[in-house]
T-cell receptor, first 110, second 113 residues
Framework: RKEVEQDPGPFNVPEGATVAFNCTYSNSASQSFFWYRQDCRKEPKLLMSVYSSGNEDGRFTAQLNRASQYISLLIRDSKLSDSATYLCVVNIGGSYIPTFGRGTSLIVHP | GAGVSQSPRYKVAKRGQDVALRCDPISGHVSLFWYQQALGQGPEFLTYFQNEAQLDKSGLPSDRFFAERPEGSVSTLKIQRTQQEDSAVYLC???????????FGEGSWLTVV
């Protein structure tokens, strides 16, 4: 079992839709969590950190569920420009090394 | 510099050739990471430096892979006797300050033919 698991998708949604991705992690002692966005043939870029209390940035909401060991990303009012791969990132256990999931592909169509 | 810089951006190597990939991290960033990303996969950890010390190299796939950061700034990832399965994007990232955020370079795209 991989340490960070994501459904690769693709998630194919119309503009304006709400879409949510989950990511599970294996080590309950993990402390730091992030969502990165990666466009085709580009490097990953930080979308948002995930805090224990949950956090929101515009149309994006991230949540952490420690009991079930997953993090989620909710995108409201999807835009065409949201089409990308969303990477879940966890510092496993007490490690300083970020471990990436394989990513979830989102395609927003007109 | 303003961001993480990697070179070359694209490299085509003949099987058996040695390659060297360079990473220039964000100025002052103590931590430096190398990742390998195959098509359709997430970045896979290769190795981690804190200043000039290589603290973790558990992700290097074989002894053909070697990384160094002799002065705690620029890092080089070397791959000896390249094989076709080495074809991937090699991403360098750096981290500094009090935050946990890592910042990536644009990657070095390696194709072994």
């Amino acid at each position: 079992r991989k340490e960070v698991e994501q459904d690769p998708g693709p998630f194919n949604v119309p503009e304006g839709a709400t879409v949510a991705f989950n990511c599970t992690y294996s080590n309950s002692a993990s402390q730091s969590f992030f969502w990165y966005r990666q466009d085709c043939r580009k490097e990953p870029k930080l979308l948002m950190s995930v805090y224990s209390s949950g956090n929101e940035d515009g149309r994006f909401t991230a949540q952490l569920n420690r009991a079930s060991q997953y993090i989620s990303l909710l995108i409201r009012d999807s835009k065409l420009s949201d089409s990308a791969t969303y990477l879940c990132v966890v510092n496993i256990g007490g490690s300083y090394i970020p471990t990436f999931g394989r990513g979830t592909s989102l395609i927003v169509h007109p | 510099g303003a961001g993480v810089s990697q070179s070359p951006r694209y490299k085509v190597a003949k099987r058996g050739q040695d390659v060297a990939l360079r990473c220039d991290p964000i100025s002052g960033h103590v931590s430096l990471f190398w990742y390998q990303q195959a098509l359709g996969q997430g970045p896979e950890f290769l190795t981690y430096f804190q200043n000039e010390a290589q603290l973790d190299k558990s992700g290097l796939p074989s002894d053909r892979f070697f990384a160094e950061r002799p002065e705690g700034s620029v890092s080089t990832l070397k791959i000896q006797r390249t094989q076709q399965e080495d074809s991937a994007v090699y991403l360098c990232a750096s981290r500094g300050g009090a935050g946990n955020t890592i910042y990536f370079g644009e990657g070095s795209w390696l194709t072994v033919v």
